[in-house]
Nanobody
């Protein structure tokens, strides 16, 4: 089974922080580029961040550069997304998935989606 389970979402005030976790099972995580996507109501799913198999290369959407940091712990089969300085426009369901072609194109489509975790930024 190829599965991702996202966790760590919640309600936070603008300017706050959250740390999302993506736990993978069913495959060897360190062979894959993994990324975070998000989907807000009425909007298409968009790529947020990507990290390559070794963790040596990352990519971010312009809207989150300088605020979000992706990392991975292959020994724990887990990818993280540290989100700082959160804004109301960051409100969305956040998903992790495989980037089949690597991290060169943050807009590429993902595979093997998790169930998502809700992030709400509101005062």
């Amino acid at each position: 089974q190829l599965q991702f389970v996202e966790s760590g979402g919640g309600l936070v005030q603008p300017g706050g922080s959250l740390r999302l976790s993506c736990a993978a099972s069913g495959f060897t995580l360190d062979y894959y580029a993994i990324g975070w996507f998000r989907q807000a109501p009425g909007k298409e799913r968009e790529g947020v961040s990507c990290i390559n198999n070794s963790g040596g290369s990352t990519n971010y959407a312009d809207s989150v550069k300088g605020r979000f940091t992706i990392s991975r712990d292959n020994a724990k089969n887990t990818v993280y997304l540290q989100m700082n300085s959160l804004k109301p426009e960051d409100t969305a369901v956040y998903y992790c998935a495989v980037y089949p072609e690597g991290c060169g194109d943050i807009t590429a489509q993902g595979d093997y989606w998790g169930q998502g975790t809700q992030v709400t930024v509101s005062s």
